[in-house]
């Protein structure tokens, strides 16, 4: 049989260190990937949030011009039938 291979002391503390520090790194590393997950999931709603303000006020724009023009043309709509009302008059007399 083979001798029983002896180990470096120093070579085992050497291995043991590393994987100290690895494991001691995990927690670490998480946090720092849930940070920065979060990070950009909330810079997504903010620019969500900032888009559909942009695109309300577009469609708020765009209701108030539709109203506008309703007024005018309503407007429009009653002079013409006075108009039309005084020249029928105009005629039967």
Known sequence: MAKDPTVNKQITDSITQVNTKVLADNPSMAMGNLFASMGAALSNAGHNASN??????????????????????????????????????????
């Open 52 to 93: 559909a303000q942009q695109q309300a006020a577009i469609t708020v724009q765009a209701a108030t011009i539709q109203g506008v023009n309703a007024l005018g043309a309503v407007g429009s709509a009653v002079l013409g039938r006075a108009a039309s009302a005084i020249t029928d008059k105009d005629d039967g007399q």
